[in-house]
């Protein structure tokens, strides 16, 4: 049967790679802090069960050193050229874009017709259907560009030396997320709303509620992370249980006005700051200065949504 202990052992190989790459890629001035980076993180998929807490507190410690030290360069790996690649998507066009739509619908055969086979972890079918997806993508890409052996993990280093340490923050900020919410943050913030919440007024506590949302998504860059600590503080003690409301309506709504935070903050990495750096931008809060202007209207809504629909 396969586990998800082997999507992690292809995580790790795949970051492997990229560590034995970098090291030998002359082009990066910084190879060696790339090499350390992604080496790092493929132990962390190889042996992360075995190193237990403190040693995987060490592994974080010597990722955020390496980043802090502003030890990781970009190479410039030779791959195809670009006279190559024009050629290649002029004579096939849009048919290029057919391998990648191999992954979803692998996941989604997968995840319908695998589940109960016995073939795959009933309970991972999803995650490992989408790297059986990858792995076949890849072999079609093989078979049919004819790519250099090493392209595909070449290709891969540069985008990841591209994104750089912010590949790896959305995994880190889910993580603190968890800690604030074991540490008690939400029962501390919903003490201080209490006191700040004028007595009976319903929308100053829907309006305490989804601002805090986007606020606290602004800190930890993720609305999944916010969204224990806010419905802990405010969502449930005093929007379900003292107003009566629907908690259905206020998390699902609460959770949109999270996600307008997300769209005004660079610690959404993966949405803010990855985009930019793809792209080139000269500016990198290039992609946050452009969504202010939705975020915040949506945000009002979602606060309005809230008030309307969930206390009728």
Known sequence: MITLVWLYVLAGAT?????????????????????????????????????????????????????????????????????????????????????????????????????????????????????????????????????????????????????????????????????????????????????AIPEGSLFAAVAAYAVGMALFTMIMGNAFAAFPVMTAAIGLPILVHKFGGDPAIVCAIGMLAGFCGTLMTPMAANFNIVPAALLDLKDRNGVIKAQVGTALPLLLANTLLIYFLAFR
């Open 15 to 195: 970051f492997a790679a990229f560590a034995v790459l970098s090291l030998s890629d002359r082009t990066n001035r910084k190879r060696f802090g790339n090499a350390a980076f992604w080496g790092l993180i493929a132990i962390s998929f190889f042996f992360g069960d075995q190193l237990g807490d403190f040693g995987n507190g060490l592994l974080v410690t010597g990722l955020v050193a390496l980043a802090g030290f502003h030890l990781l360069g970009r190479g410039d790996p030779h791959t195809t050229g670009p006279e190559e690649r024009a050629e290649s998507a002029e004579r096939r066009g849009n048919k290029l874009f057919l391998p990648a739509l191999i992954i979803p619908a692998t996941a989604l055969l997968g995840t319908l017709l695998l589940k109960d086979s016995g073939l795959l972890d009933p309970k991972q079918a999803t995650l490992i259907s989408l790297g059986l997806g990858v792995l076949i993508a890849l072999a079609v890409c093989y078979f049919w560009l004819r790519p250099p052996v090493l392209a595909p993990l070449q290709e891969g280093r540069r985008l990841m030396d591209s994104v750089g340490w912010a590949a790896v923050l959305p995994q880190m900020l889910a993580a603190l997320g968890a800690v604030f919410a074991l540490a008690g943050v939400g029962e501390v913030v919903g003490g201080i709303a209490g006191t």
